[in-house]
């Protein structure tokens, strides 16, 4: 469904990403951890041509192209089939919850007014926020406004969700509702690629599992085999460091 293969960026002449391969199949829901400052969000940015590589191919669908002749409408085609969560919501100010989710429908679909907010109204009421609809950014928590903005990829009806950190902006007492939606999303077998550190959610989640360092990726697996016998050094250093208070997750030696 989705391929990447040879994806490389650099910034300032450094290689953020450093000739990665990877391909993830329709229904399938993977989930990259690995330290701060690797590539990982980068990576999902470049998916979605909100960064633009320096070399590889990219296919989704029966779209294939080359990243460095990617026109227009190849960049448009890839942002149609890939809906972007952000870290920080990047929800609109000035619109409400029902406007925000109606936005992309009706700017980029192209589809009318009324049919897009009664999608919307949809939407609100699968996450959870149906009484919300009229409501501004600033007036919903941090965990609402990530619902609205994991709302807004789901009535884009992407092929795939790319989530940043989806978790990482929110106060803690609002983490397990923006993660509960996502569980409801990967029940319902919605494609998924996912930058954490949420690990329990990794573990409990995901179809496979991948640790990137360095701009490369490192390894990779189903949770069980990463977290539970990981065969990498980093892969073992990384866990032992990020699970050290966390005894759920034994990480051998």
Known sequence: MIKVAGLIKRFGGQAVLDGI???????????IIGPSGTGKSTLLRCLNFLERPDAGRLTIGDMEVDVTRATRADILTARRRTAFV??????????????????GLIVVNRWPKARAHARAREILERIGLADKADA???SLSGGQQQRVGIGRAMAAQ?????????????????????????????AERQTMLVVTHEMSFARD???????????????????????????????RDFLRQVLATQVALDVPE
Request: glycine residues 6%.
């Open 21 to 31: 391969d990877l391909a993830i199949e329709q229904g399938e829901i993977v989930v």
């Open 158 to 186: 992407a092929e795939v969700i790319l989530f940043d950190e989806p978790t990482s902006s929110l106060d803690p007492e609002w983490v397990e509702e923006v993660l509960g939606l996502m569980k409801r999303l990967a």
């Open 86 to 103: 952000f870290q920080n919501y990047a929800l609109f100010a000035n619109k409400t919850a029902l406007e925000n989710i109606a936005e």
């Open 205 to 235: 989640v995901a179809d496979r599992v991948i640790f990137m360092e360095g701009g490369r990726i490192v390894e990779q697996g189903p949770p069980d085999q990463l977290f539970g016998a990981p065969k990498d050094p980093r892969t």
């Open 136 to 138: 501004y950014p600033a």
